[in-house]
């Protein structure tokens, strides 16, 4: 139990363009899911935390124009960034917690994003 | 200050032998313990939560929790090759917060 699914894996965009990443907890319902991104090397970087239904808090330093997040239901939140530039080339991960369990959060696969 | 802290290695261990990994973190408040393994280029993947003081041991892993020292570990055993990885010790304060993370510890186990 407790799979997350991420999709594209993989995305290559032109500078300028729009990306969408979607995320779904597949076998349990997620009211808060969780997007980070990870560059070659470093550490987990949280982006912001979505809670079903409302709007998105964003991390300090997060564009909230730029990455924008939709959590419309109990199994999906997408994560699209805008106007992509190269600097934001990334292994973008999300992560969604169950309202069943002891606050365990499980992550998707991850989303590797190269803009040209 | 929420902190999570662990050495960032790299922790170099024989295969079959045990591999300890430590954390430590700043928050008395804090609530749920976690413990994910990352082999490079993949996502994170969660391999042990510990809530009370004591070990909690799930095949050849075993986490440790001692909060009135704040200290988190997990031990492998038997370790494989395969567990080369760095491993995330992340931590719930309290409520429906984000998990704060420490940088994570390279492990590798030489055959």
């Known amino acids: 139990g407790a799979v997350v699914s991420q999709h594209p894996s993989w995305v290559i965009c032109k500078s300028g363009t729009s990306v969408k990443i979607e995320c779904r907890s597949l076998d349990f319902q997620a009211t808060t899911m969780f997007w980070y991104r990870q560059f070659p090397k470093q550490s987990l970087m949280l982006m912001a935390t979505s809670n079903e239904g409302s709007k998105a808090t964003y991390e300090q330093g997060v564009e909230k124009d730029k990455f924008l997040i939709n959590h419309a239901s109990l199994t999906l939140s997408t994560l699209t960034v805008t106007s992509a530039h190269p600097e934001d080339s990334s292994f973008y991960i999300c992560?969604?917690?169950?309202?069943?369990?002891?606050?365990?959060?499980?992550f998707g696969p991850g989303t590797r994003l190269t803009v040209t | 200050q929420k902190e999570v802290e662990q050495n960032s290695g790299p922790l170099s261990v024989p295969e079959g032998a045990i591999a300890s990994l430590n954390c430590t973190y700043s928050d008395r408040g804090s609530q749920s313990f976690f413990w994910y393994r990352q082999y490079s280029g993949k996502s994170p993947e969660l391999i042990m939560s510990i809530y009370s003081n004591g070990d909690k041991e799930d095949g050849r892993f075993t986490a440790q929790l001692n909060k009135a020292s704040q200290y988190v570990s997990l031990l492998i055993r038997d370790s494989q090759p395969s567990d080369s990885a760095t491993y995330l010790c992340?931590?719930?304060?309290?409520?429906?917060?984000?998990?704060?993370f420490g940088k994570g510890t390279r492990l590798s186990v030489i055959a």
């Open positions: 992560s969604a917690r169950s309202t069943a369990s002891s606050y365990e959060q499980y």
């Open positions: 992340a931590v719930k304060v309290r409520g429906n917060t984000p998990l704060v």
